[in-house]
């Protein structure tokens, strides 16, 4: 048996939690004072992922960059091939919140959206 020790990030507790794995798969999970907790351990062991916060490069913009995230998770491994994939990207003035910067960022099929607006320059 293989035992993983977790900080939960499922809610501002971050509960010490404890999964106990064999043959890779869940046994038990404990230390968790709420639902939220034994969830986030399951998956965290079994299949993590993560929301991806950036920034990407406006074109003729009052400012010179834009924040943006994923959409929705995705698969941890990704993540470096997603910022890859955002190094190379730039986005034309004006930039409202929830427009999509990139669809189907590094082949996820999750977008990638503004997470603020910037106007057009004068």
């Known amino acids: 048996m293989e035992k ?4 939960c990030i499922g809610c501002p507790m971050g509960c010490p939690i404890t999964v106990t794995m064999e043959a890779g798969e869940v ?7 709420c639902k939220r907790g034994e969830a986030y351990a399951r998956k965290e062991v079994t299949n993590p ?12 913009g009052l400012a010179p960059m834009v924040s943006v995230k ?3 998770d995705i ?6 091939d997603c ?10 003035a004006p930039v409202s919140i929830g427009d999509v ?16 607006a910037v ?4």
């Open 4 to 7: 993983r020790q977790l900080t």
């Open 27 to 33: 046994r038990e999970v404990t230390g968790f004072t």
């Open 49 to 60: 992922t993560r929301i991806v916060t950036t920034t990407v490069r406006v074109a003729g």
């Open 70 to 72: 994923t959409a929705q």
């Open 75 to 80: 698969p941890k491994g990704k993540i470096f």
């Open 83 to 92: 910022a890859d994939a955002l190094r190379a990207v730039t986005v034309k």
């Open 101 to 116: 910067v990139l669809s189907n960022v590094a082949g996820t099929g999750v977008d990638v959206v503004a997470t603020k």
């Open 119 to 122: 106007a057009a320059a004068q």
